[in-house]
């Protein structure tokens, strides 16, 4: 091997390091674009079974069903907006308003009734903590408020990019399936177009199941904390039912939410008669809501959209978890259903692919 071949060699390894770390830079640079385009791209899945309602019951052309599509989203984004201004506006100006030292006093009273009822049941878990200084940061408060309304003109340039790049998905539906195949080598054509149709039939069946699960959740929620007369049930039931996309973590996510918002919401009242039994009663209400989700949501999900056995979900949550955090855990079911799928079309013949995809 000659001196010339070896720094050839050498300069081509140099090169598409510095391309690769070229475009790590750049897809760093444009990440908010990529999170449009991934968002607009499961919203333009979840609308096909709509677009499809509309050309074959009510039969409306493309574009038609399309508008009529994004129309709809943008009643819903309004009507949803519409229903949570008034309520996170009013907590934002209690917040910016608040007396902080009568709500430490507040939280302090409630940890001394908590105390005592523990120490008269014989429970000193609590001792320890009479003389720690509750929410030290709670006058930075405001300043948190006024951080999250200097983004509301962010997100609202970002909800027009992904209504906008959504509409064209749907009225091209295809658009990403072509930009995908011009790159496909012609011998793998035919397994390339039957994995992209494939993906999306399973990825629109699974969002729009984990739209069913989601709105099951806030409705049980919601009647839940309205029973026992909790501020503002609608916002921490849409909060909590939400952190289901998160698998495993975000129910118990929920679960400390609710228990804290509901333990904190009315601090004047008595702990022992009234706190404490409606937060069980609460908590045993969520915890029975896990369980229909658990049970039986769930199951008629993942068994009609992506095909796969719990366990096998569960460790792939946890791979995908370890790998990329709580954002790996979010796309791990459908990042590892399009997988399967693409290994069942090109490596079918191995014994492995054939049993985890059986069921395709």
Not at 323 to 330: A, E, H, P
Request: proline share 3%; charged share 15%.
């Amino acid at each position: 091997m000659t001196a010339k071949i070896i720094s050839n060699g050498i300069l081509r390894t140099i090169a598409i390091l510095a391309g690769l770390a070229g475009l790590t830079w750049f897809v760093l640079q444009i990440q908010t674009v990529i999170i449009y385009i991934i968002i607009s791209a499961i919203l333009a899945l979840i609308s096909r079974p709509f677009i499809r309602f509309f050309k074959q019951k009510l039969k409306f052309n493309n574009s038609l069903s399309v508008i009529t599509t994004i129309l709809i989203y943008t009643v819903l984004i309004v009507i949803l907006v519409n229903l949570f201004a008034p309520l996170i506006s009013k907590q934002s100006e209690n917040i910016a308003l608040l007396n902080s030292e009568e709500f430490k006093g507040n939280i302090e009273k409630l940890r001394k009734e908590v105390n005592d009822y523990l120490i008269l049941n014989h429970i000193d878990v609590l001792e320890k903590t009479q003389n720690i200084d509750f929410l030290p940061g709670i006058k930075n408060i405001p300043n948190v408020i006024n951080f999250i309304l200097s983004k509301l003109g962010s997100f609202s340039i970002g909800l027009f990019s992904v209504l906008f790049i959504t509409f064209f998905f749907m009225q091209e539906a295809k658009i990403l399936s072509k930009a995908t195949l011009v790159l496909t080598p012609k011998k793998h054509l035919l397994h390339v177009v039957r994995s992209i149709e494939t993906i999306k039939d399973l990825l629109s069946r699974y969002f729009i199941g984990l739209i069913i699960q989601i709105s099951i959740l806030f409705v049980i929620y919601t009647s839940l904390l309205t029973i026992f007369e909790i501020e503002n049930p609608i916002i921490i039931a849409f909060l909590c039912a939400s952190l289901n996309l998160i698998p495993y973590l975000g129910p118990m996510m929920g679960g400390v939410i609710m228990f804290i918002l509901t333990t904190t919401n009315n601090l004047d009242l008595d702990f022992r008669t009234e706190i404490l039994p409606n937060t069980l009663y609460i908590m045993a209400g969520y915890t029975i809501a896990q369980l229909i989700d658990n049970f039986i949501s769930q199951p008629i999900i993942f068994s009609r959209s992506i095909k796969s056995h719990p366990l096998e979900i569960f460790i792939v949550i946890l791979v995908f978890g370890n790998l990329f955090g709580v954002l790996g855990m979010v796309i791990s079911i459908p990042a590892y259903t399009a997988i399967k799928v693409i290994a069942k079309e090109f490596f079918n013949k191995y014994k492995a692919i054939k049993l985890l995809t059986k069921d395709f």
